[in-house]
């Protein structure tokens, strides 16, 4: 049975079951009322379809669905045409839904999209049948529906049974003479007719939180390399280039790791082999198309179609760069190519005349640090004991009260990038509990005996090993060197994210450790703390928001940011700079590229790779990473 001849049928049951003196009568009919009825009570069930005593709780407890307190407005308050073009109905079901399924589902329907649909290169014309796999609340597909002149019909599915229902309501109340086939579930089991376009917002659902079903049902994509490492989202693509016809149009939003992840590659190369008239858009003002989402998306919109044009890359502003495809293909990373375009252009520069090279061709040895359990057990100081005194094989811990521990158990370690972020070479005063598994010291038991409720996460995760596990993590994983790079960071409040220290330390998650020989590593740490590094940084990293990101070991690894130091030689007044310039606390990096000790640094470098100053001048390039982030 066809979900609309059941919801009919299902709706004529509620109807006659109800006693229509209490309708309001701001509904305009008993049909639209019962519906927005049971979507109001579907609020706290989202399994109602087939189920007929929900009819008893409706008319015997109308304040489970009356007295709604998830926003102002209630139920009571609103006509049928607010709760329909509002979507104030979509809005409180998916605030009503609890974390963990709202996580799971990805339930972050989108917002703005007549805005967004007005600003695209597209044309409606010649559209009949347009797809949602992943409605939601209708949003998208009812922003659409008004722009194409010849539709007449709209496929709709959903996991949700409640999205469903009040999709269908939308597109019945306010297209009424549009056929809507909808389905309830799995969108890869449901849908299989072809259509003229897929408009979605997929659900962003990580790999650990996509259920075994749903995995069944995609594993016919997994034969794509490096498909299964992906999201929810990535599989949406290839489930839409599946379902549509020749000609066809996807319209999609996207996070933004879709093309810059490590997962990135089986998208690229199905955009790349089978579309064109191909547009990434994102907004200078909003991150997130999705609602109450932090994560960085773009409009994706292309047609199935030989390919032939140039990618483009536009901002809604109007600003926008053109990108050939024979590039994109060597490019991993394609939303460098939304960054600021002088900087573009410089990264290009600096690739030609630097000779950069990849972490992969160094051989760059790199490795993330120590994950922090239970730290106001294994971290010192902390909230119980703020300062400590080493004395000759012990170390005197200050606090409401003063314990002692063996001095050979704590070890210097880099733990949070705030602590350091006015230095290059900062002081380190923080101390890690590494145990090992066998140990008989009394001292320690007595500290263990005492604190051991500040170790719960610890406990929790290891059990009887709880007391040894950042000791196993060191001698497994050996995150220990010279060369340290904070994982996210912002460029106008740090001095610097690159820190480098004399003596080889420890560090926590919060870090990357680079090792390798001193002499080498510290040169490095000088070429990663000039403005040329910067602007590669800056054109490859993960943008979170204007002036924070991050990037991540796969990223140093994959990117072309490192002259090879292996051969390089006569580099004495270089390091003997780099003494200097970090020798001093320092403002945020965006205030000192002007600074005589940065800018004595980024020439020494341009010296010594013989860049010619009547091709590139310094102070521009400085001045143009100041306009990008100001």
Same mark, same amino acid.
């Given at each position: 049975?066809?979900?609309?001849i059941?919801?009919?049928?299902?709706?004529?049951?509620?109807?006659?079951?109800?006693d229509?003196?209490?309708?309001?009568?701001?509904?305009?009919?008993?049909?639209?009322?019962?519906?927005?009825?049971v979507?109001c009570?579907?609020?706290?069930?989202?399994?109602?379809?087939?189920?007929?005593?929900?009819?008893?709780?409706?008319?015997?407890?109308?304040?489970?669905?009356?007295n709604?307190?998830?926003?102002?407005?209630?139920?009571?308050?609103?006509?049928?045409?607010?709760?329909?073009?509002?979507?104030?109905?979509g809005?409180?079901?998916q605030?009503?839904?609890?974390?963990?399924?709202?996580k799971?589902?990805?339930?972050?329907?989108?917002?703005?999209?007549?805005?967004?649909?007005?600003?695209?290169?597209?044309?409606?014309?010649?559209?009949?049948?347009?797809?949602?796999?992943?409605?939601?609340?209708?949003?998208?597909?009812?922003?659409?529906?008004?722009?194409?002149?010849?539709?007449?019909?709209?496929?709709?599915?959903?996991? /949700?049974?409640?999205?469903? &229902? %009040?999709?269908?309501?939308?597109?019945?109340?306010?297209? @009424? $003479? =549009?056929?809507?086939?909808?389905?309830?579930?799995?969108?890869?089991?449901?849908?299989?007719?072809?259509?003229?376009?897929?408009?979605?917002?997929?659900?962003?659902?990580?790999?650990?939180h996509?259920?075994d079903?749903?995995?069944?049902?995609?594993?016919k994509y997994?034969?794509?390399?490096?498909?299964?490492?992906?999201?929810?989202?990535?599989?949406a693509?290839?489930?839409?280039?599946?379902?549509l016809?020749?000609?066809g149009?996807?319209?999609?939003?996207?996070?933004?790791?879709?093309?810059?992840?490590?997962?990135?590659?089986?998208?690229?190369?199905?955009?790349?082999?089978?579309?064109?008239?191909?547009?990434?858009?994102?907004?200078?003002?909003?991150?997130?198309?999705?609602?109450? /989402?932090?994560?960085?998306? &773009? %409009?994706l919109?292309?047609?199935?179609?030989?390919?032939? @044009? $140039? =990618?483009?890359?536009?901002?809604?502003?109007?600003?926008?760069?053109?990108?050939?495809r024979?590039?994109?293909?060597?490019?991993?990373?394609?939303?460098?190519?939304?960054?600021?375009?002088?900087?573009?252009?410089?990264?290009?520069?600096?690739?030609?005349?630097?000779?950069?090279?990849?972490?992969?061709?160094?051989n760059?040895?790199?490795?993330?640090?120590?994950?922090?359990?239970?730290?106001?057990?294994?971290f010192?100081?902390?909230?119980?004991?703020?300062?400590?005194?080493?004395?000759?094989?012990?170390?005197?811990?200050?606090?409401?009260?003063?314990?002692?521990?063996?001095?050979?158990?704590?070890?210097?370690?880099?733990?949070?990038?705030?602590?350091?972020?006015?230095?290059?070479?900062p002081?380190?005063?923080?101390?890690?509990?590494?145990?090992?598994?066998?140990?008989?010291?009394k001292?320690?038991?007595?500290?263990?005996?005492?604190?051991?409720?500040?170790?719960?996460?610890?406990i929790?995760k290891?059990?009887?090993?709880?007391?040894?596990?950042?000791?196993?993590?060191?001698?497994?994983?050996?995150?220990?060197?010279?060369?340290?790079?904070?994982?996210?960071?912002?460029?106008?409040?740090?001095?610097?994210?690159?820190?480098?220290?004399?003596?080889?330390?420890?560090?926590?998650?919060?870090?990357?450790?680079?090792?390798?020989?001193?002499?080498?590593?510290?040169?490095?740490?000088?070429?990663?703390?000039?403005?040329?590094?910067?602007?590669?940084?800056?054109?490859?990293?993960?943008?979170?928001?204007?002036?924070?990101?991050?990037?991540?070991?796969?990223?140093?690894?994959?990117?072309?940011?490192?002259?090879?130091?292996l051969?390089?030689?006569?580099?004495?007044?270089?390091?003997?700079?780099?003494?200097?310039?970090?020798?001093?606390?320092?403002?945020?990096?965006?205030?000192q590229?002007?600074?005589?000790?940065r800018?004595?640094?980024?020439?020494?470098?341009?010296?010594?790779?013989?860049?010619?100053?009547?091709?590139?001048?310094?102070?521009?390039?400085?001045?143009?990473?100041?306009n990008?982030?100001?």
């Open positions: 049975m066809s979900l609309e059941q919801l009919s049928s299902w709706l004529d049951y509620i109807v006659g079951s109800l229509i003196r209490s309708f309001p009568d701001e509904f305009r009919s008993i049909r639209e009322y019962a519906l927005a009825l979507i009570y579907s609020l706290k069930d989202k399994d109602l379809i087939g189920s007929p005593d929900v009819l008893d709780v409706i008319r015997t407890d109308k304040s489970s669905w009356e709604l307190s998830l926003v102002d407005l209630t139920f009571w308050n609103s006509n049928l045409d607010e709760l329909i073009k509002k979507d104030i109905i809005s409180w079901y605030h009503s839904l609890d974390s963990d399924y709202r799971s589902s990805a339930s972050n329907y989108t917002v703005g999209s007549h805005r967004f649909l007005s600003k695209l290169n597209v044309s409606y014309d010649e559209i009949e049948i347009v797809c949602d796999p992943f409605c939601g609340s209708a949003r998208l597909i009812t922003s659409i529906i008004p722009l194409c002149d010849k539709i007449e019909t709209v496929v709709i599915n959903d996991i /949700s049974t409640a999205a469903v &229902l %009040i999709s269908y309501l939308r597109i019945i109340y306010l297209y @009424s $003479d =549009i056929e809507v086939i909808a389905s309830i579930g799995n969108a890869f089991d449901k849908l299989e007719m072809k259509v003229d376009v897929i408009i979605m917002n997929p659900p962003f659902t990580r790999t650990m996509i259920s079903e749903v995995k069944a049902s995609t594993a997994t034969s794509i390399k490096g498909q299964g490492h992906g999201g929810l989202h990535i599989f693509l290839f489930l839409a280039d599946s379902l016809n020749d000609n149009m996807i319209i999609s939003v996207i996070p933004a790791s879709t093309i810059a992840s490590t997962y990135s590659k089986p998208v690229q190369q199905l955009i790349l082999s089978k579309y064109d008239d191909i547009e990434f858009l994102q907004d200078h003002d909003k991150i997130a198309f999705s609602q109450d /989402s932090d994560f960085n998306e &773009l %409009i919109v292309m047609t199935k179609a030989s390919p032939d @044009s $140039d =990618i483009m890359f536009r901002y809604f502003s109007g600003d926008s760069m053109n990108i050939n024979d590039q994109l293909k060597n490019d991993w990373n394609w939303m460098r190519y939304f960054r600021n375009f002088s900087l573009l252009r410089m990264r290009g520069y600096i690739m030609d005349n630097f000779g950069v090279r990849s972490g992969y061709s160094i760059l040895d790199i490795k993330r640090g120590v994950e922090l359990y239970g730290p106001d057990f294994f010192f100081p902390n909230k119980i004991y703020t300062s400590l005194e080493f004395e000759a094989d012990r170390v005197k811990l200050i606090g409401d009260d003063t314990v002692y521990l063996p001095s050979y158990l704590l070890k210097p370690i880099f733990r949070k990038p705030g602590i350091y972020q006015r230095y290059i070479s002081e380190i005063n923080e101390y890690t509990l590494s145990v090992p598994e066998t140990y008989t010291d001292l320690l038991s007595d500290y263990i005996d005492k604190h051991k409720d500040q170790a719960g996460s610890a929790n290891f059990g009887d090993n709880w007391v040894s596990h950042i000791h196993n993590q060191i001698i497994k994983k050996n995150p220990r060197g010279y060369l340290f790079v904070v994982d996210k960071t912002d460029i106008r409040s740090v001095s610097s994210f690159i820190h480098f220290k004399s003596d080889q330390y420890l560090c926590t998650k919060n870090f990357y450790v680079i090792s390798g020989d001193f002499d080498s590593i510290k040169l490095l740490a000088a070429w990663m703390n000039s403005t040329w590094f910067l602007v590669l940084y800056l054109s490859s990293r993960r943008e979170i928001n204007k002036s924070y990101g991050r990037m991540q070991i796969i990223d140093y690894l994959n990117e072309n940011l490192f002259p090879d130091f051969f390089m030689n006569d580099t004495m007044n270089i390091l003997a700079h780099f003494d200097t310039y970090r020798s001093t606390a320092q403002p945020a990096i965006i205030d590229l002007l600074s005589d000790n800018m004595k640094l980024d020439k020494l470098f341009a010296e010594y790779f013989d860049i010619d100053y009547d091709v590139i001048d310094l102070n521009k390039l400085v001045l143009d990473i100041l990008e982030f100001n």
